[in-house]
């Protein structure tokens, strides 16, 4: 145990993090394995997701309706998602249900059967989401930005796998996953509210360390790949809108860089008030949605800027978006947006501090991925260090042009 008062290191590498937080009265419990999309081939694309699902599908003592049924009558909210590095099962109730609840979400960690008729009648939703995935320009968009970004590499596959892959995948496919990544060193527990270290480390010892796999193979390390100007078009002519999105590659999660890039991501696109929005939607009219947003892996990054506009304002509002970032890289940052970037940023840290999903979201994320407490005055006194002159440089470094990846879906223009 360390000196901080949050964390345990076990035997096995199994990681606790707790954020004591005396002013709630809930507790969100978190299991997150690091292992998503990424983990995956070309044959088996799509299985972390499919297993997110299925975990909830019923136990040796419980089914699916009485895993739902024994959460809600606790009055907690249970879920999970699936990344492309990471998945996180996550529960929250009161305080009072606390407990119970970390022991449901241990049973079906450990329990689930992947029943063969529960199996098959998942697919069917799984082929649902699919269906939606693909009327929704702005997802599909960012999935071909990110194969723009990492080609064949499994950063540039989609989530949810390939329609196909979703057809064939088994049970076997599903325990093997398991048996690969759902192991000690792969798993961290967080767990935030009104709890404290010495009681959530109970629960750890009762429910879940004496279950735990030992990890026989390395945990999942990823290795730096990416693409360098690539752009992919994918045209659907049933859809009256269209998106692009713009991929700038920069820094992996929790690199020095990273702090720079939050602020210069949030005067690029992170608000009503950002450069982005207010040259292509307040001054030029010629989108409805514009934004920027990043994105970090373990060895790789991106600052990207998405936009849904009308197909025939395609080209003219690529070219404005240009032009902010020209206008960036010529001119630099102003003194004022720079200050309302850091306010905005430290208000979402402060706003989060009061809810204990957001605070177990974040530590689990930070532990997961670098290994370290998540904090949020450290935070922001990481953000109040950076200088503007930093941010200038870090878009004459990253964002001049010299690599840019893009997409475009909808109709062929």
């Known amino acids: 145990m360390n000196n901080n008062n949050r964390t345990i290191t076990y035997p096995s590498g199994l990681r606790l993090v707790v954020t004591p937080m005396s002013s709630v009265r809930t507790i969100a419990s978190g299991i997150w394995v690091r292992a998503g999309s990424v983990c995956e081939d070309e044959y088996n694309n799509g299985v972390a997701h499919f297993l997110e699902h299925m975990i909830f599908k019923g136990t ?3 089914s699916a309706f009485e895993i739902a049924d024994t959460f809600e009558s606790m009055g907690a909210a249970v879920n999970a998602f699936t990344g492309k590095e990471n998945t996180c099962y ?8 606390g407990e119970k609840c970390f022991e449901l979400m241990s049973s079906i960690f450990f329990d689930s059967t992947f029943d063969e008729d529960e199996l098959e009648k998942e697919r069917g939703v799984v082929v649902e989401e699919f269906n939606m995935y693909e009327d929704d320009t702005e997802s599909i968009c960012y999935d071909l930005l990110s194969t723009a970004l990492y080609g064949k590499h499994p950063l540039g596959k989609s ?6 892959n979703i057809k064939k995948l088994n049970r076997n496919d599903i325990t ?4 690969k990544f759902y192991t000690a060193k792969n798993i961290v527990i967080s767990i935030a509210g009104n709890i404290d270290l010495e009681k959530a480390d109970k629960w750890v010892r009762k429910y879940l360390l004496p279950r735990v796999k030992e990890t026989i193979e390395k945990p999942y390390k990823e290795t730096t790949h990416k693409s360098c100007s690539v752009h992919l078009d994918r045209f659907k002519d049933n859809f009256e809108q269209c998106n692009f999105a713009l991929g700038y590659p920069t820094v992996p999660f929790y690199h020095k860089d990273y702090t720079t890039q939050g602020i ?8 009503m008030s950002s450069r982005l929005y207010q040259y292509i939607r307040e001054q030029r009219g010629l989108a409805y949605s514009v934004y920027s947003g990043q994105t970090a892996f373990d060895a ?9 506009t009308n197909p025939a304002n395609y080209v003219v509002a690529k070219k404005a978006a240009f032009e902010v970032l020209d206008d960036l890289l010529k001119n630099g940052i102003t003194d004022n947006e720079w200050q309302r970037a850091k306010t905005q940023i430290k208000s979402a840290f402060l706003f989060g501090q009061e809810s204990s999903q957001s605070m177990m979201t974040s530590a689990g994320k930070l532990m997961l991925s670098a290994g ?10 990481e953000f109040q260090k950076v200088t503007k002159k930093d941010g200038d440089a870090f878009i ?6 010299d690599c840019v990846c893009s997409a475009y879906v909808g109709k062929k223009n």
């Open 300 to 308: 790789n990054g991106s600052l990207n800027i998405v936009c849904n």
């Open 372 to 381: 370290k407490v998540f904090d949020v005055d450290k935070k922001i006194a």
């Open 396 to 401: 004459k470094k990253y964002m001049n042009g």
């Open 90 to 97: 996550y529960a929250k109730s009161t305080d009072e249900y």
């Open 60 to 62: 040796d003592k419980l």
């Open 264 to 271: 210069v991501n949030t005067i690029l696109g992170g608000g």
């Open 159 to 164: 989530v949810l796998g390939t329609l196909e």
């Open 176 to 179: 093997q996953f398991i048996n």
